[in-house]
């Protein structure tokens, strides 16, 4: 049954979630929940921040000034089913009294599995192998046939070092491998010695010594292209980039030009810089392993990231500061 305090509530949800999540979303409140799983369009957004007084919006629904400031605006919450928020104006939110919360931590595991996943993918050039495995091209075992590297005493590179990079790194060191970072905020002294990680003194520092270049920031505009031909031109020729980040961290022309000249030698990609859309010379790319988002997709994350969604909109209706709370 639904509480009295909230079953007049009016909860949009823009794609569809784990059934256990809408479930309990729909035993609290009056809520819509998507019946197509496909993006809403720009004037379906603008008629939920009308219309109801929470949007569960995610990275698909880009959500500006301009839908923020809409004259009749209901909607008082934004409770982002994700981390990342750089797809919502957190500045005009503010401006405009609008909460928007996120679900950090809910992915943590999942995503840092990935970024392993897509290291050893990469390493030992298993994307190609399938391909050829699948195409009948495969003539049989020989010595000199798909000859990766092994992560063994390779160095691993983080690009920022929040939860997720600390746990990429806790994965790695059973890897065998060593671990530096590049981060503006150090972490505690005992995570640093946790880890065995060593700060490197630049980005560029970074590059030089990494064997895997690992990107862990968020994204906006900030760190939009930090890996450009200049910071690919400071890599080894024999170093691998992965990203779990955002697809706008990375220039992709750039990526696409180091892998098709060899100055890296391979990359593993989660994300793009205007998804779904693939850059065409990556599609092309042995050397590009490349999945399509699925940092966060195991079903105890997302229902997990459902259910910190959930908090935020239960705190908020009932007058508290929303645990997750970015603007």
């Known amino acids: 049954m639904k509480d009295a305090n909230t079953r007049h509530v009016r909860v949009c949800v823009t794609r569809r979630l784990p059934a256990e999540v809408e479930h309990h979303l729909s035993e609290l409140y009056d809520v819509k929940l998507s019946s197509d799983d496909v993006p809403m369009s720009r004037e379906a957004l603008r008629e939920a921040m009308l219309q109801y007084d929470a949007v569960v919006p995610t990275i698909t629904d880009r959500i500006d000034a301009e839908l923020i400031e809409v004259g009749g605006r209901k909607a008082g919450l934004l409770a982002n089913y994700g981390a990342g928020v750089d797809h919502i ?15 950090p931590g809910a992915l943590t595991e999942a995503t840092a599995e990935l970024a392993i996943l897509l290291m050893l993918m990469a390493a030992r050039r ?9 195409a009948r091209t495969w003539t049989g075992w020989r010595p000199t046939h798909l000859v990766g590297q092994s992560l063994a005493g ?15 790194a806790e994965k790695a060191r059973g890897l065998g491998m060593r671990i530096v970072y590049f981060s503006r905020s150090p972490p505690p ?3 640093e010695a946790g880890l065995d990680a060593k700060r490197a003194l630049s980005l560029e520092d970074l590059a030089e010594q990494s064997d895997i270049v690992s990107l862990h920031v968020p994204g906006g505009p ?7 031909s200049r910071f690919l031109a400071r890599m080894k020729p024999t170093a691998t980039l992965i990203n779990t980040a955002r697809g706008s961290v990375v220039d992709e022309e750039a990526l696409a030009q180091a892998l098709n000249s060899g100055r890296i030698a391979a990359a593993g990609l989660d994300v793009y810089e205007r998804e779904p859309q693939v850059h065409p010379q990556l599609l092309a790319s042995d050397r590009a392993v490349l999945l399509p988002h699925l940092g966060s997709a195991t079903i105890e994350s997302r229902v997990a990231m459902g259910m910190q969604a959930a908090a935020n909109l239960a705190a908020y ?3 508290r500061q929303p645990p997750d709370r970015v603007a």
Do not use: K, P, W
């Open 222 to 228: 900030a760190t939009r292209h930090l890996v450009d």
């Open 89 to 103: 104006d957190l500045e005009a939110a503010r401006s405009a009294g609008l909460i928007v919360t996120n679900t």
């Open 154 to 168: 390779r160095t691993l590179g983080l690009v920022g070092f929040g939860r997720i990079a600390q746990r990429t």
């Open 126 to 134: 298993a994307g190609e192998g399938e391909r050829e495995l699948r």
């Open 189 to 191: 002294t005992e995570v």
């Open 317 to 319: 209706f009932d007058g």
